[in-house]
């Protein structure tokens, strides 16, 4: 009988698919337990209980998907951030189509903001009166949680891939575990990030790092929240109107 030999290359794989499932289960299982967004507020009372919790979701998001996944690489032999896409180095420069990108996810925004399905979710914090040191605080927090999102997905997980599939094959990895991610989310929101999944992966592979997958789905994350925010009927920014 042949033994499938553990090389480095399948160990490292295997721990990025690993805690990939099992890392963001204990997310979504630690960031809606009453317990732990309690003893959040006990020590950092911001905004209220709902704005709290949402708050406490994202720093979490960055602290088991991105920290954590840093600290898994650096025990690993033989490895570095940088061939993670931890790095400021491009491998080669965006395809030209991709700076019309942020334009059209504005546009799409705009467009889709005022849907009550989508005004059902969006914005996460659900305080009815914002102020202008809300909306920096939720920016802010949104950033820091998708740094460590997608160094997650589209940095330890798709490059430890790379080492063993072909492109196609990586990207499709990366989208099916993006989408069971969204799950929770509803069918929509799931097979919405189907798309998204596909060219976060692409842009990743071709530039060797995570931040144009980054920036891409800030602006996506922000301009929904911003674009959603001024459509909620009942909601209001202090000092201006809905």
């Known amino acids: 009988m042949t033994l ?51 708050v406490f979701q994202r720093l979490l998001g960055f602290l088991l998907l991105g920290v954590v996944s840093v600290l898994i690489i650096l025990l690993l032999p033989g490895t570095n951030l940088q061939e993670y896409g931890l790095s400021f180095k491009f491998r080669s420069a965006p395809p030209w189509w991709s700076y019309f990108l942020i334009p059209l996810i504005l546009v799409l925004s705009y467009l889709t903001a005022r849907k009550s399905a989508n005004l059902e979710q969006y914005p996460q914090i659900r305080a009815k009166q914002w102020t202008r040191s809300m909306i920096g605080l939720s920016s802010i927090s949104w950033l820091i949680f998708l740094i460590g999102y ?13 080492e063993l599939l072909e492109p196609v094959p990586a990207i499709a ?53 911003g674009f959603s925010l001024r459509a909620h009927p009942e909601m209001q920014i202090e000092g201006g109107t809905t």
């Open 4 to 54: 499938l030999l553990l090389t480095p290359e399948i160990l490292r794989f295997s721990i990025a698919v690993l805690w990939c499932v099992v890392g963001f289960g204990a997310y979504y299982f630690l960031s809606h337990s009453t317990a732990c967004v309690s003893r959040f507020e006990s020590f950092c009372r911001i905004l209220d209980k709902q704005g709290n919790q949402v």
């Open 150 to 162: 997608e160094f997650l997905f589209r940095g330890f997980v798709l490059f430890a891939a790379l």
């Open 173 to 225: 990895l990366n989208c099916a575990l993006y989408a069971f991610a969204h799950f929770y989310k509803g069918p929509t929101e799931t097979f919405g990030t189907i798309p998204a999944g596909i060219l976060f992966s692409y842009l990743s592979l071709i530039t060797g790092n995570i931040w144009c997958a980054v920036l891409l789905h800030s602006v996506m994350a922000l301009s929904n929240e």
